[in-house]
């Protein structure tokens, strides 16, 4: 059987983004850990993607890039790109399922593709892409490469962090429906909402926007939950908005926390707390595994990169 990227980080004992700098940029490494990964890769008999230093052009297509997570995304993507002078295409679906169709046929005619969260059925996904290179990002699809963004162990900290402060009710503000991404939060936070003993309230799906977030808040506040857990972060600012309009206030009335971590977040009044995900390092890692594949190096299914909350003001003790 062919040895993969991931099965060199195993041997290695180092993760998958580490093994893939071994190389792809040899330099950021110690001299310690560069030595393993080559020596793990020598061990399996694993091809190195030297035929990745020619110059490629690939698509990247994303559901929204006036989404500040996708703009951070495309200019870590455009970065990394930019190190082996490879260019990037770029198609925005505009959360249009006709529209992802018809831009990921446009990309197979290029040397690979980055589907960053698509929305469409994993079958259909699959048989767009084709034979063409192709690399998923934030989205979990059987049979093909994927770079995750953990959807464990952020969220079950944000509900932890919530129970230790006293709340029993909590409700999650849904992100567009389809996404891989607000499903598996979901999951995460239903769970660990049942380990500590809170109430759980699903909100509807809206758009994962502040205008979204906005159109949460009077189902936030019927709910009577003293705490919500948003899709993202821009859900979370456009629920504390739509909650000021209707009288109450964060974090007196109403705690609330977000997911991404995105700049506006530790710059608003109060900071929001939040779930920060490793945005910028998944698409270099997934520009890097991109090249590999174009190169017919067998570089395994899933990397996942980890999650962490962020506590800041927008989270307190339940008011009596």
């Given at each position: 059987?062919?040895?993969?990227?991931?099965?060199?980080?195993?041997?290695?004992?180092?993760?998958?983004?580490?093994?893939?700098?071994?190389?792809?940029?040899p330099d950021r490494l110690a001299n310690g850990t560069l030595e393993r990964v080559l020596q793990a890769a020598s061990d399996?008999?694993?091809?190195?993607?030297?035929?990745?230093?020619?110059?490629?052009?690939?698509?990247?297509?994303?559901?929204?890039?006036?989404?500040?997570?996708?703009?951070?995304?495309?200019?870590?993507?455009?970065?990394?790109?930019?190190?082996?002078?490879?260019?990037?295409?770029?198609?925005?679906?505009?959360?249009?399922?006709?529209?992802?169709?018809?831009?990921?046929?446009?990309?197979?005619?290029?040397?690979?593709?980055?589907?960053?969260?698509?929305?469409?059925p994993d079958a259909d996904v699959l048989e767009l892409v084709g034979s063409t290179p192709c690399v998923i990002v934030n989205r979990q699809i059987d049979g093909a490469p994927c770079v995750l963004m953990d959807t464990e162990h952020g969220p079950s900290q944000a509900v932890e962090h919530l129970a230790a402060l006293g709340h029993r009710h909590v409700a999650y503000a849904s992100g567009p429906r389809g996404s891989w991404?607000?499903?598996?939060?979901?999951?995460?936070?239903?769970?660990?909402?049942?380990?500590?003993?809170?109430?759980?309230?699903?909100?509807?799906?809206?758009?994962?926007?502040?205008?979204?977030?906005?159109?949460?808040?009077?189902?936030?506040v019927a709910s009577g939950a003293t705490a919500v857990v948003a899709y993202n972060d821009l859900v979370a600012l456009g629920l504390e908005a739509g909650m000021l309009e209707l009288g109450r206030r964060c974090p007196a009335d109403v705690s609330i926390v977000g997911i991404d971590d995105i700049d506006l977040a530790g710059a608003v009044t109060p900071g929001l707390t939040t779930v920060r995900m490793p945005i910028g390092r998944s698409g270099e890692l997934a520009v890097d595994l991109l090249l590999q594949a174009i190169s017919g190096v067998a570089i395994g299914e899933v990397a996942t990169l980890g999650s962490q909350l962020i506590v800041r003001a927008s989270t307190a003790a339940p008011a009596v």
């Open positions: 059987m062919t040895s993969t990227l991931t099965d060199v980080a195993k041997r290695a004992g180092v993760s998958i983004a580490t093994a893939s700098r071994a190389f792809g940029e399996l008999g694993y091809s190195t993607p030297q035929a990745a230093t020619a110059t490629r052009t690939f698509g990247v297509v994303v559901p929204d890039v006036a989404n500040p997570v996708y703009a951070t995304l495309l200019k870590a993507i455009q970065g990394q790109a930019w190190h082996g002078h490879h260019r990037i295409v770029l198609f925005d679906a505009d959360e249009d399922l006709r529209r992802e169709r018809e831009q990921i046929q446009q990309a197979r005619k290029l040397d690979g593709m980055l589907l960053c969260s698509p929305r469409l991404a607000d499903a598996r939060r979901f999951d995460t936070i239903s769970r660990a909402c049942e380990n500590h003993g809170i109430r759980l309230t699903r909100l509807s799906h809206h758009a994962a926007s502040i205008q979204g977030g906005r159109a949460a808040a009077a189902p936030a």
